[in-house]
C-alpha cells in the first residue's frame, strides 16, 4: 500500500464500517472520549462510580487512553499509575510516553516514586542494562541498584537470521545436554515458541515448555490443512477425509 492512496483506503475502511454498524478498537477509544467530553451526565455517572482508578503499564497508553483517564480523574485526583518509562517499545501502535514523563505537569501535586531497587537480576546484569538505557535522552533519571550477588555476563551472539540462532542453539543445547544439565531457553512471547517447538521436535531434543503454550499446532486451522495434504497424499485415509468432507463444497 503506498502513501498515495491510502487516503482513499482510510475513507472506504470507515464508510464500511459506518454502513454495517461495526465498530474497532479505535472507535471504542474515540467514541468514548467524544460521549464523555460532550455528555456531562454520562461523565458524571462514571466519575462518581469510579472514585480510585489504577494504571498498569502505563508508558503504553495512547493519547486518547490518556485523555479519557484525565477526564475520569480530573476531579478526584485519585489516580495511582505504575509505570516504567524505560520499557515503552510500543510507539509504532500509538503509545506515547511523554505522558508519564509530563505526569506532574497534568496532574498538580501528584507525588513520583521511582522503584530503583532490582530484586531479580545480578549485580553485573543490573549494572550493565542501567548503564545502556541511561544512554536514553527522554526518560526519568534512575539509579538502579540490587543486593544481589555478581554472576556470569551475558554474552551476545551475533547471527544472520533466525535459522542461524535455530542451527546455533540446536549445537548449544546438545554440547549442554549431553552433559545431563537442563537448559532455559527464553523467548520473547508465545509466538517464538512455534519456530523453537518444531526444532525440538525435528532435533530429537526432549523439551518442557511453560503452560503449554502451543496451541498453533493444534489450532483447527492447520490441523485441517494438515487433513488436506494428507488426505491429497492418501486418498484411503478416511480419517482426514472425514475431518473436511464437509468443507470442500461439493459432493
Same mark, same amino acid.
Given at each position: 500500500m503506498s502513501s498515495s492512496n491510502f487516503q482513499q483506503i482510510f475513507?472506504?475502511?470507515?464508510?464500511?464500517?459506518?454502513?454495517?454498524?461495526?465498530?474497532?478498537?479505535?472507535?471504542?477509544?474515540t467514541y468514548a472520549?467524544? @460521549?464523555?467530553?460532550? #455528555? +456531562?451526565?454520562?461523565?458524571?455517572?462514571?466519575v462518581n462510580r469510579y472514585k480510585y482508578i489504577q494504571i498498569d503499564e502505563g508508558q503504553d497508553l495512547s493519547k486518547v487512553q490518556f485523555e479519557i483517564i484525565k477526564l475520569l480523574a480530573e476531579r478526584s485526583k485519585n489516580l495511582f499509575v505504575v509505570a516504567d518509562d524505560d520499557q515503552s517499545?510500543?510507539?509504532?501502535?500509538?503509545?506515547?510516553?511523554?505522558y508519564i514523563l509530563n505526569f506532574g505537569r497534568d496532574f498538580t501535586g501528584a507525588k513520583i516514586f521511582y522503584l530503583e531497587k532490582n530484586y531479580r537480576s545480578t549485580k553485573n546484569i543490573v549494572e550493565i542494562s542501567s548503564e545502556i538505557i541511561a544512554k536514553n535522552t527522554q526518560r526519568y533519571s534512575k539509579k538502579h541498584y540490587t543486593d544481589n550477588e555478581y554472576g556470569t555476563d551475558p554474552v551476545? @551472539?551475533?547471527?544472520? #537470521? +533466525?535459522?542461524e540462532q535455530l542451527d546455533y542453539l540446536v549445537k548449544a543445547l546438545k554440547k549442554t545436554l549431553s552433559g545431563g544439565k537442563r537448559t532455559a531457553v527464553l523467548y520473547r512471547n508465545n509466538l517464538s515458541s512455534i519456530l523453537l517447538v518444531e526444532m525440538f521436535l525435528r532435533s530429537g531434543i526432549d523439551y518442557c515448555i511453560g503452560e503449554n503454550k502451543t496451541f498453533f499446532f493444534n489450532h483447527w486451522f492447520v490441523t485441517d490443512i494438515i487433513a488436506f495434504l494428507k488426505f491429497a497424499l492418501d486418498q484411503s485415509d478416511m480419517m482426514s477425509f472425514e475431518r473436511i468432507y464437509y468443507k470442500m463444497n461439493r459432493y
Open positions: 475513507e472506504k475502511y470507515e464508510k464500511y464500517k459506518k454502513d454495517n454498524l461495526l465498530v474497532d478498537f479505535d472507535d471504542m477509544l472520549y467524544s @460521549i464523555l467530553k460532550r #455528555d +456531562e451526565g454520562i461523565l458524571n455517572k462514571y517499545i510500543y510507539g509504532f501502535r500509538g503509545a506515547e510516553p511523554e551476545i @551472539i551475533n547471527v544472520k #537470521d +533466525e535459522y
